[in-house]
């Protein structure tokens, strides 16, 4: 599947997973053309990932999309059960640093879900083509890379009908995994472990309604000693899978019989002779990396080309997701002249400590055993309170208010210093103020007579005890002379 060439792209992003389909829908919602190249023929069909995050939720439904994924998702809380067997009732519930839908509703407009990622991915996908400046093509490789001051040229060879050509782009997004032709082409190293184990999922469909019950948890630790592992949902229908970390001298999931892994799954479980429907095996490798940058000149990496994670606390695909979201508005202003090129130096400042962290976690043994409290931090990457307000006879949520350039949020007592929204020309970057209430503008750390700056990722950038005086000419000056390296 792929799009007609549209136009000549600016951006080339490798990859068309969900690092690379976010990069690419937040360059064409700013009008960058991009096209996003896949060596495979089409998305992958395997569930993959599972946990979508809060702040990953936040992005899909400022996509509109939120609806869309809940109706993949399993209907689950985003914790852990460690149980001898599903049906044995007895167990205790872990925390996996996702909040509970309680627990959410204070902090978040959505919470997390438990989709699979190859029901994701087909939404990105389907958002991303339907913007007029971007186009996607699979069976399109990336075999050569060189840049310069001014531009990236890149070679992509043929694995279809399309001819092989060279494209000229401002900037080069690699998106393209654990084992990236970006960052091998660009001479980026990786370092940390790679072999610390290897992870196998058989993945089946059963009908197991009655079993869990109202034990409806994101996965289950099995205990039993003939079934040790992990069960878990991959979708709202009887589509499951079950997984464990294979250590030498066991028995290999991807050699069983269709039977044996049948029996297997029938132990942990905790029902024999229920039915089972073997749909196929799969292996992943645990590593716990990161690349030596996330940037050499014109070329950026996101996701598994820049930090390899295991699948413990299932911070991989939301890590990817945000990097390109950052990355994706950050090439974007930059390109529209609304920034110089000063911005995208924040883009590994800003993400590089995420990405640490989440290696970090993922390497160790009991990385997935963290409370909301823990990982939340790390997964809402300091973006500004939630709170509900009435706005325009509706009620949103204060980020709902954020604008594609700069928000201002001002006080109750700002209001005749506070300029009317601005969108300015093509050329210079939209600033919108927002006048807050008293109980939303101290919940977001606002003076009455004072403002709060942000970018449109809802990270604070500026906040003045008092708001500068009006027109908003007047504020853009103000913003220049305070942070002239960002805008």
């Not at 976010?22 to 069909?45: C, D, F, P, W």
């Not at 008293?438 to 003045?464: C, Y």
Request: aromatic share 6%; net charge neutral.
């Amino acid at each position: 599947m792929s799009n007609r060439q549209r136009s000549t792209p600016r951006v080339l992003v490798v990859g068309a997973g969900p690092a690379g389909l976010t990069a690419g829908i937040m360059l064409a919602r700013y009008g960058i053309s991009v096209l996003v190249v896949e060596k495979r023929s089409q998305i992958s069909a395997l569930p993959r990932a599972v946990a979508i995050s809060t702040r990953t939720m936040e992005i899909v439904r400022s996509w509109g999309l939120e609806q869309a994924v809940r109706a993949g998702a399993a209907d689950v809380e985003p914790c852990g059960w460690v149980t001898p067997t599903l049906v044995s009732g007895e167990g205790s519930v872990i925390p996996l640093g996702h909040p509970t839908t309680a627990e959410a509703a204070g902090i978040s407009p959505t919470r997390p879900a438990w989709a699979p990622q190859n029901h994701l991915e087909p939404l990105l996908l389907d958002l991303l083509i339907r913007h007029p400046c971007a186009d996607v093509w699979f069976d399109s490789e990336l075999v050569g890379l060189e840049q310069d001051d001014h531009a990236v040229r890149a070679r992509l060879g043929n694995r279809g009908a399309r001819p092989a050509r060279e494209l000229r782009v401002d900037f080069v997004i690699g998106a393209d995994g654990a084992h990236s032709s970006v960052r091998s082409l660009a001479g980026i190293a990786m370092r940390g472990p790679d072999d610390l184990a290897e992870y196998q999922s058989v993945h089946f469909r059963a009908d197991l309604a009655a079993v869990v019950a109202e034990r409806r948890y994101g996965l289950s630790v099995i205990t039993h000693p003939g079934a040790a592992g992990v069960l878990t949902p991959k979708g709202p229908g009887d589509r499951w899978a079950y997984a464990r970390e294979w250590r030498p001298g066991q028995e290999r999931l991807d050699q069983c019989s269709a039977n044996r892994l049948t029996e297997l799954i029938a132990t942990a479980v905790g029902v024999p002779g229920i039915a089972i429907g073997i749909d196929g095996v799969s292996t992943f490798s645990f590593a716990a990396q990161l690349a030596d940058r996330y940037r050499k000149g014109r070329v950026f990496l996101v996701g598994d080309a820049a930090h390899r994670m295991t699948p413990r606390g299932g911070t991989g695909m939301n890590t990817a997701i945000h990097d390109a979201y950052d990355l994706g508005w950050k090439l974007a202003w930059t390109l529209r002249g609304w920034a110089p090129s000063a911005l995208l130096d924040s883009y590994e400042a800003e993400r590089r400590p995420i990405g640490e962290h989440n290696v970090a976690r993922s390497g160790s043994p009991n990385g997935a055993r963290q409370t909301a409290a823990e990982a939340l931090p790390y997964d809402l990457n300091g973006r500004i309170a939630h709170r509900w307000v009435t706005w325009d006879d509706r009620l949103v949520s204060t980020l709902d208010l954020i604008g594609v350039g700069l928000t201002v949020f001002c006080g109750p007592d700002s209001g005749e210093l506070a300029p009317p929204d601005y969108a300015g020309s093509d050329d210079q970057l939209p600033l919108v103020c927002q006048v807050l209430d008293d109980k939303t503008a101290n919940a977001l750390d606002i003076e009455h007579s004072g403002a709060l700056v942000v970018g449109p990722d809802g990270r604070p950038l500026l906040n003045w005890p008092r708001l500068p005086s009006h027109p908003s000419t007047k504020l853009r000056s103000a913003l220049a002379a305070t942070r002239p390296q960002i805008w």
